[in-house]
């Protein structure tokens, strides 16, 4: 059993848990062991045979005993019997966007809703809205919730799939009959969700190739299977395809199949613009046949700059490869530090001595702490005396370094009134302020705009944390106006965060050409809660590529004098 599946078992068992009103702490407990498994350094077999398993934050005696007959034996008897207390659909019902164990509970115990199907058509019926606590608003956005999760379906994450694309593409590039092994598709165009994994290779012996890659140990069913293409199921869900091609049309079969298909139309019509024909076979003039030798060679030959993967999506890359004004986009090297990031302070699962080595171990010269505030009681918020301790052990810590250090920020809660956490003289202590909304979800448009320049307009705050709330194929964005929320930020000269956790990704690519040409400052946060958690920012310079940004557009790519002499403007005005 790997991590994902273990971690898997036991938010389900906190699911459970719920439905039946059991202790919240109970429940909780649960999901800190799934996330404790899922950022731990070795995998659950290896856990459970060096007894390593219960010196895990969070995972004591009885939950290691439990753990460890999961990995033994495949089975846990208690998440089995916790299951035979429901009827098997009423899992899917959680999955319902605002549909929280209480309600699901509601549903089930007074209408005996226990599917999807079942909950439909009770709405349908106007079952739902006569509920205590329902009523037709929830009902409607019952019914909303539905329908999105069933367009979602079929959509993975990113980092669900970015890492398994890489382990195949590795196996395959190790493959002696491999030439070129490359992903294609929306992972390569760092899309924030995928269909499926594509893959592309050239080969000497292409069924050689295929073979592999239909027997690699990452799949559970092999879909079609050819001499020169497959398609298999992964263990995870997540279907994969590859094609093979003669070393001569790779480049082309490899820009055919990163997309997007709104860039290729525009590359096709620019290619017929020039009396040529581009497809994914290759570039021709009548019957002859221009080889090239790599993409570059392709968009070379149109009279264009190389544009990476990142920018096809048809939103005037190819008008600035024509111009030579493609910008240099930022990469993950550039990056100095980081601010957002939590730690056992509030509800991270590393101290402050772990995130600092994992940060100078990533070549930063800072981390910036920016734990919870005290309204985020649910999340373990600083109460003051707290963010005095916390200040005192970086200051200790800060001591012993030399070429990095600790920043003291807070990632502070905004309140339903736009207010922040904490008072005047608090503020001030930190060196930085992030803020974000982490509660009342369900504001008007209005009122949540409001909220948010009203929080923007506070004159300590630095940093706008996850601006739209969105939790990706699960949770919409809350409503409001961008548009004036971004102005704010401008006006106010607030830096905007690109939050890089791969549920969040949030502000979304779409929107950062719109901040900077507002002149807004950005920065890429890892909102890590582990060390591992650091890692995530990887998704994070994704992002702030796919939305055209250099070096100068981020914050967190400046030498540190500089970010904190930015830092120290900020307080001062
Ligand atoms: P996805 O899979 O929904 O996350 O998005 P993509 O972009 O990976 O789409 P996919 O896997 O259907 O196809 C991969 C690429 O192949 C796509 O980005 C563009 C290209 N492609 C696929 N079908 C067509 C087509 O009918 N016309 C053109 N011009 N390109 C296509
Ligand atoms: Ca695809
Ligand atoms: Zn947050």
């Known amino acids: 059993?790997?991590?994902?599946?273990?971690?898997?078992?036991?938010?389900?068992?906190a699911a459970l848990l719920e439905l039946q009103g059991e202790n919240p702490?109970?429940?909780?407990?649960y999901l800190t062991a799934a996330r404790a498994i899922e950022v731990a350094e070795r995998e659950p077999p290896e856990l459970v045979e060096t007894g390593a398993l219960k010196s895990l934050q969070g995972i004591g005696e009885a939950l290691a005993e439990k753990i460890t007959e999961l990995v033994r034996t495949g089975r846990m008897r208690y998440h089995e019997e916790q299951r035979a207390k429901f009827p098997p659909g009423i899992l899917d019902l959680l999955q319902v966007p605002g549909l929280g164990p209480k309600k699901v509970k509601a549903v089930y115990e007074r209408l005996g809703v226990s599917s999807l199907e079942d909950l439909e058509a009770a709405c349908r019926a106007g079952k739902v809205a006569h509920l205590e606590g329902f009523g037709a608003k929830t009902q409607e956005?019952?019914?909303?919730?539905?329908?999105?999760?069933?367009?979602?379906?079929?959509?993975?994450?990113?980092?669900?799939?970015l890492p398994l694309a890489l382990d195949l593409r590795a196996a395959l590039a190790h493959h002696p009959a491999a030439q070129r092994v490359e992903v294609a598709g929306s992972l390569r165009r760092h899309r924030e969700t995928v269909e499926d994994i594509d893959l592309l290779a050239s080969a000497t012996d292409p069924a050689a190739l295929t073979r592999a890659f239909a027997t690699h140990?990452?799949?559970?069913?092999?879909?079609?299977?050819?001499?020169?293409?497959a398609s298999v199921l992964l263990q995870s869900g997540i279907q994969a395809d590859l094609r093979v091609v003669a070393d001569g049309e790779f480049p082309f079969a490899l820009h055919h199949g990163t997309g997007s298909m709104e860039h290729n139309v525009a590359m096709r019509n620019r290619a017929i613009a020039r009396k040529l024909k581009l497809n994914e076979y290759g570039l021709f003039e009548g019957e002859t046949f221009f080889p090239c030798r790599d993409e570059a060679a392709i968009f070379e030959r149109l009279g264009l700059a190389y544009i990476p993967p990142e920018l096809?999506?048809?939103?005037?890359?190819?008008?600035?490869?024509?111009?030579?004004?493609?910008?240099?986009?930022?990469?993950?090297?550039?990056?100095?530090?980081?601010?957002?990031?939590?730690?056992?302070w509030s509800d991270g699962l590393n101290s402050l001595e772990e995130m600092a080595a994992a940060a100078?171990?990533?070549?930063y010269t800072y981390l910036g702490i920016a734990d919870h505030s005290e309204a985020a009681r649910y999340a373990g918020g600083l109460?003051?005396?707290?963010?005095?301790?916390?200040?005192?052990?970086i200051n200790r810590l800060n001591a012993t370094f030399r070429d990095f250090q600790l920043l003291k920020g807070i990632e502070t809660d905004i309140l339903a009134d736009g207010a922040l956490d904490y008072d005047e003289e608090t503020v001030r202590r930190f060196d930085y302020v992030v803020a974000s909304v982490h509660s009342r979800f369900a504001m008007d448009a209005a009122s949540m705009t409001a909220r948010l320049v009203k929080a923007l307009s506070h004159p300590q705050l630095t940093m706008l944390g996850h601006v739209s709330g969105r939790l990706l194929l699960q949770r919409e964005p809350y409503a409001f106006d961008l548009e004036a929320v971004l102005q704010a930020a401008a006006r106010h000269g607030v830096v905007v965060e690109i939050n890089a956790n791969p549920r969040r990704l949030d502000l979304d690519w779409r929107h950062l050409r719109r901040a900077r040409e507002l002149g807004i400052m950005l920065?890429?946060?890892?909102?890590?809660h582990s060390t591992e958690g650091l890692r995530d920012i990887a998704y994070g310079v994704g992002v702030a590529r796919k939305g055209w940004c250099t070096r100068s557009d981020i914050l967190n790519a400046r030498p540190l004098p500089e970010v904190m002499a930015f830092l120290a403007r900020r307080k001062a005005a």
Do not use: Y
């Open 217 to 229: 140990p990452l799949v559970a069913e092999v879909l079609a299977h050819g001499p020169t293409k």
């Open 360 to 363: 100078r171990q990533m070549g």
């Open 383 to 393: 109460t003051r005396q707290q963010v005095a301790e916390q200040h005192a052990a």
């Open 312 to 344: 096809r999506e048809d939103l005037g890359e190819i008008e600035a490869a024509e111009r030579g004004a493609i910008p240099a986009l930022v990469e993950e090297g550039d990056l100095t530090g980081t601010f957002h990031c939590h730690t056992t």
């Open 141 to 161: 956005n019952i019914l909303k919730g539905i329908e999105r999760l069933r367009s979602h379906a079929g959509r993975f994450l990113l980092s669900d799939a």
């Open 1 to 13: 059993m790997d991590k994902k599946q273990v971690a898997a078992v036991l938010e389900e068992i």
């Open 523 to 528: 920065a890429i946060n890892p909102d890590a």
């Open 25 to 29: 702490f109970k429940s909780r407990a």
